[in-house]
Nanobody
Framework: QVQLVESGGGSVQPGQSLTLSCKITGSGSSPYDLGWYRQSPRGGRNLVATITRHGETEYSESVKGRFTISRDNAEHTAYLVMNNLNPEDTAVYSC????????????WGPGTQVNVSS
């Protein structure tokens, strides 16, 4: 059974940084793509960043230049480094993994809260 668990959320002031981690277990040797979504208090879930099994990355316009997604395949862990945070980044951040080759199944973590306020 594939499971994902996020960590690293917390409360910070504007301009500060946080690094989120997403640990994947149970995927065996199956390849997977990874990504982060966030859901803000105002509602709506938005894609933040993705990284493919080949290491290709994409970002939403709102975080481009401030956030960096990466992965450590040996540790089965994805990271989201978030710099220069602002109050609009406040949200629950959830990671997902699309596991498989021809047929891909998406698995989700429970999410971690990020609060940015002065």
């Amino acid at each position: 059974q594939v499971q994902l668990v996020e960590s690293g959320g917390g409360s910070v002031q504007p301009g500060q940084s946080l690094t989120l981690s997403c640990k994947i277990t149970g995927s065996g040797s199956s390849p997977y793509d990874l990504g982060w979504y966030r859901q803000s208090p105002r509602g709506g879930r938005n894609l933040v960043a993705t990284i493919t099994r080949h290491g290709e990355t994409e970002y939403s316009e709102s975080v481009k230049g401030r956030f960096t997604i990466s992965r450590d395949n040996a540790e089965h862990t994805a990271y989201l480094v978030m710099n220069n945070l602002n109050p609009e980044d406040t949200a629950v951040y959830s990671c997902y993994a699309d596991v498989g080759i021809e047929m891909r199944i998406r698995y989700w973590g429970p999410g971690t809260q990020v609060n940015v306020s002065s």
